[in-house]
């Protein structure tokens, strides 16, 4: 089985900075893609960026230039660094892999339960 667990969220004051996490563990082979998401209340979920696993990364035009994505491949770990934020930045924010599994080599995209940005005005 493989687990992803996010970390790093929070409660934060608008033109501030959170730091998430988000570790992919389990019966791992390679690590592709990763990314993150994110869903407001009565939004549809939107993608906020991805990076490859040679370390490409796409965006979001709304988070362009404040967001950064990374990874450590050696850790199975992405982040996402969020500066000056908003209040409209305020979501529960997963983070997805695209993960191909040491049993029979199946790829699969997995998802982490989430963890809570909230940006105050």
């Known amino acids: 089985q493989v687990q992803l667990v996010e970390s790093g969220g929070g409660l934060v004051q608008a033109g501030g900075s959170l730091k998430l996490s988000c570790v992919a563990s389990?019966?791992?082979?390679?690590?592709?893609?990763m990314g993150w998401y994110r869903q407001a209340p009565g939004n549809q979920r939107e993608l906020v960026a991805t990076i490859t696993d040679s370390s490409s990364t796409n965006y979001a035009d709304s988070v362009k230039g404040r967001f950064t994505i990374s990874r450590d491949n050696a850790k199975n770990t992405v982040f996402l660094q969020m500066n000056s934020l908003k209040p409209e930045d305020t979501a529960v924010y997963s983070c997805t892999a695209i993960i191909i599994t040491t049993a029979a080599l199946n790829t699969y995209k997995y998802w982490g339960q989430g963890t809570q940005v909230t940006v105050s005005s």
């Open positions: 389990g019966t791992i082979f390679k690590v592709n893609a």
